[in-house]
Nanobody
Framework: VQLQASGGGLVQAGGSLRLSCAAS???????MGWFRQAPGKERDFVAS????????TYADSVKGRFTISRDNAKNTVYLQMNSLKPEDTAVYYC?????????????WGQGTLVTVSS
């Protein structure tokens, strides 16, 4: 499976961006997740969504501001980011969790940079 993330860019604080993650190839996935890594920090979980039920989970830091969604027909997951803050600046990665039997995300996209200016 190949994951292609896109949609990053430079935005002012308070602004919005929508990230996309398109999956291609032999694709079998239970859930998709978005993670982010700020400069000098570890990679953190942002949000996840299950393909079948649409059930979502969010990190506390983005609840109420970010929304994850999916388009099953297009094998694409989105991350709508509103009310962006400078601390949201990071490289954002999408990833696939292949099975409900594992919590591990095994396929990763290349990342897309989000920069929020104050």
């Amino acid at each position: 499976v190949q994951l292609q993330a896109s949609g990053g860019g430079l935005v002012q604080a308070g602004g919005s961006l929508r990230l996309s993650c398109a999956a291609s190839g032999r694709f079998s996935s239970h859930a998709m997740g978005w993670f982010r890594q700020a400069p000098g920090k570890e990679r953190d979980f942002v949000a996840s969504i299950r393909w079948s039920s649409g059930s979502t989970t969010y990190a506390d830091s983005v609840k109420g501001r970010f929304t994850i969604s999916r388009d099953n027909a297009k094998n694409t997951v989105y991350l709508q980011m509103n009310s962006l803050k400078p601390e949201d600046t990071a490289v954002y990665y999408c990833a696939s969790r292949p099975s409900i039997l594992t919590v591990e995300y095994t396929s990763w996209g290349q990342g897309t940079l989000v920069t929020v200016s104050s």
